[in-house]
Every structure is written in C-alpha cells, then in structure tokens.
C-alpha cells in the first residue's frame, strides 16, 4: 500500500475514534459535524486513488449522527484492511515487578489501543 494510502487509513482510524468518543459523550453537536466533515473528505481522497470505491461508499450527510460516522469509517476501513499493517489490539497483559518488603507486589498495566 502506498505510502499517501496509508496515512489517509490511518485519518479514518482516528475519525471513527472521535466519533466514538463523540457518540458517547453527546454534547457537542460541533464534534459530531467535524467527524462528518473530516469523512467526507477522506472518503473523496480515497476515491480518487481507488474510483471503484463510489460504487461502494457515498459521502455522509452533514446531520449524520456520530454513531453513523463511527460505522461508517469503520466499513471504510474494513475494506482496506488485508493491506493495513497488522495492529494487535486487545493486548492486556498485566506484568508483576519484583516484591519490595511486606509481601507486596508492584502491578504494572500496560496501555492497550481500542477503536
């Protein structure tokens, strides 16, 4: 995958992020339009590298709710998803340090990435 196709996935990763977070918060219509915005652009860019993507894909109107962004980006996403590099979400480990007196152990989380 080229290297301008990479980068524009990686935007869509982050809208259906916000729009997530968006959706779940509720109070900010501005977030909601911005996610739709930010969308509608990639889905454009993207469809000038791949035309076959308009039979596939249309754009969002501007009232789209955040949850419709979320699901839209997603699909979106899904379908370049053999050519992205592999992401290992949902890793929970959690790792225990050396004790320190009173039989105590030290917990260490270690930070997991979610769509």
Known sequence: MDNEKTK???VLRRIARAAG???WVKREPD???FCVSQYNKVLSRLTEIEPDLSTLFTALPDEASPEVVRMAAR???AYFED???ERHDFNFAFRRGPRRGHG???YVTV???CD
């Open 31 to 33: 977030a909601a339009r």
């Open 8 to 10: 524009v996935i990686n």
């Open 83 to 85: 050519e992205a590099p």
């Open 75 to 77: 699909e979106l996403f």
């Open 104 to 106: 105590r152990g030290r």
């Open 21 to 23: 977070y968006a959706a």
């Open 111 to 113: 930070p997991i990435h």
